[in-house]
């Protein structure tokens, strides 16, 4: 029914079961992942959705009056989730009288993860490259193990060598060959061209 907050902090505070609160967000989680790569881009935006698991975050560290904190759940859901938490969102959750030491696994796990994606781009830019260097030699340079497909290859012209559209000798005629090697005038290109 879309009312997600109301069904954790009955987990939380009326049952007091962390275990089936975290289960709840996984789930949530994982059908939203499906539901995301199931429909296209502009019908789901993540962006305007927060993260149900920092919503539990929120309800560990910031209850509802009449109920306290609860920082073992709440370390224990930034050590498993953390990655999936916006980290200025969690930040603030986070109460100044808590131990920096005590989310030393949090700040270590969110490093990772950024360095892990760093290189994860630094690997797919290095990639592209590679692959736009072999696309340029292949055109630039007449690499190529078909000879259609390069640029540099070469027509011989002799004497004998006729139009294969008009049938009139190329002699010193500007001139058009196409991927088959068939050599005519450039008129006749482009009269063939506009035909068609």
Known sequence: MGQHRQALEIYVFKL???????????????????????????????????????????????????????????????AKHGSRLPPSSALELIPESLPVKELDFYFKGRMRAATSALNESRIVASLQKAQKFKTEAQLMVGEGTDGKSCRMRHVTITEERICGICHKRIGGSVINVFPDNTVVHLGCANRASAAS
């Open 16 to 78: 007091e079961d962390y275990a089936k609160a975290e289960e709840y967000c996984n789930h949530f989680h994982k059908t939203e992942d499906v539901t995301a790569e199931a429909a296209p881009l502009s019908v789901v935006d993540s962006g305007d959705k927060p993260s149900i698991h920092l919503t539990l975050l929120s309800l560990y560290l910031t209850p509802p009056h009449g109920y306290e904190r609860r920082y073992g759940p709440a370390l224990e859901i930034l």
